[in-house]
T-cell receptor, first 113, second 115 residues
Framework: GQQLNQSPQSMFIQEGEDVSMNCTSS?????WLWYKQDPGEGPVLLIA?????ELTSNGRLTAQFGITRKDSFLNISASIPSDVGIYFC?????????????FGTGTLLAVQP | EAGVAQSPRYKIIEKRQSVAFWCNPI?????LYWYQQILGQGPKLLIQ????????DSQLPKDRFSAERLKGVDSTLKIQPAKLEDSAVYLC?????????????FGAGTRLSVL
């Protein structure tokens, strides 16, 4: 089945640092979503992207929908301890009629105070 | 607005036993999804309902997994008999109709351990 390659797999940073993670696919997606999952909880939506080239911000988070429609990145500026968690990209394949999402493998973020 | 409700939160069973999970989506959401999330991986779709009909169950292991949403509201996912490799978190999600139909809202999940 379709897969999303998400990198890096994990990041260990100091509070205040900026973070960048990305997701790539071998096929075209028409929607990209970024979710955050805390331990013992379900994923929570952070940002949704609908058009190639779209750049969207949500507070300290910024995400972009790649021009090729096969990739997306998420940046977190000035990280804080509560940013700790697993970040997942998710994409809706082009031509999909069911709003099916394919999830990446996740990026584990640890922030040292 | 209440979120997606799931129960139980945790379940421990022995292999070959049966187990059932329950999900109540956000009120008014027509689409309901069940995902399996194995430790260290992203969620994988098992089945998608639109109201009380199945839209996609291509990745549901139908020899042991079943799901229903009889009245188009809450849903039950069953595993019978369970195998060791079924140990995972089972997430339920729902989405509205219209422009936000591709935004899925997740419950906290049920963590299943099969011994």
């Amino acid at each position: 089945g379709q897969q999303l390659n998400q990198s890096p797999q994990s990041m260990f940073i100091q509070e205040g640092e900026d973070v960048s993670m990305n997701c790539t696919s071998s096929s075209i997606f028409n929607t990209w979503l970024w979710y955050k999952q805390d331990p013992g909880e379900g994923p929570v939506l952070l940002i949704a992207l609908y058009k190639a080239g779209e750049l969207t911000s949500n507070g300290r988070l910024t995400a972009q929908f790649g021009i090729t429609r096969k990739d997306s990145f998420l940046n977190i500026s000035a990280s804080i301890p509560s940013d700790v968690g697993i970040y997942f990209c998710a994409g809706q394949p082009l031509g999909g009629a069911t709003n099916k999402l394919i999830f990446g493998t996740g990026t584990l973020l640890a922030v040292q105070p | 607005e209440a979120g997606v409700a799931q129960s139980p939160r945790y379940k421990i069973i022995e292999k070959r036993q049966s187990v059932a999970f329950w999900c109540n989506p956000i009120s008014g959401h027509a689409t309901l999804y069940w995902y399996q999330q194995i430790l260290g991986q992203g969620p994988k779709l098992l089945i998608q309902f639109q109201n009380n009909g199945v839209v996609d169950d291509s990745q549901l292991p139908k020899d042991r997994f079943s799901a229903e949403r009889l009245k188009g509201v809450d849903s039950t996912l069953k595993i019978q008999p369970a195998k060791l490799e079924d140990s995972a978190v089972y997430l339920c999600a729902s989405s509205p109709q219209g422009l936000a139909a591709n935004i899925q809202y997740f419950g906290a999940g049920t963590r299943l351990s099969v011994l």
